[in-house]
């Protein structure tokens, strides 16, 4: 189950994309770990920052904010919190949560 209290039990990279049922190339996660998880810690202290007390939306974040970490390191690009925190507005995602595009619905999945 998603939440907040299991969310602070994990304690690798792989703990978080099966927490959040992402599908992950091992060997980008292996290479790219460090970097990785520093960007999306930064981005979780983001989250963390905008709390309302939804523990879903923080939770839908969390999971949104990896998706687009682990894709633009897999692609080769380091995001900035600012770039992945404006991609979600009042509660909802702006782009598509399969492949953290921020085209919404004209996304190639």
């Known amino acids: 189950m998603q939440t907040l209290e299991n969310f602070y039990k994990l304690k690798n990279a792989e703990d978080y994309f099966d927490f959040f049922s992402v599908a992950y190339d091992k060997h980008i996660v292996e290479v790219k770990r460090f970097h990785m998880m520093k960007e999306y810690g930064s981005l979780v202290k983001k989250g963390f920052a905008n709390f309302t007390g939804d523990e879903k939306y923080l939770m839908d974040f969390f999971k949104f904010a990896l998706i687009k970490v682990y894709g633009d390191y897999k ?19 702006k782009g598509c949560l399969a492949c953290a595009t921020s085209q919404g619905g004209n996304c190639a999945c």
């Open 75 to 93: 692609n080769g690009h380091a995001p900035s919190a600012a770039e992945v925190w404006g991609m979600i507005e009042d509660g909802k995602v």
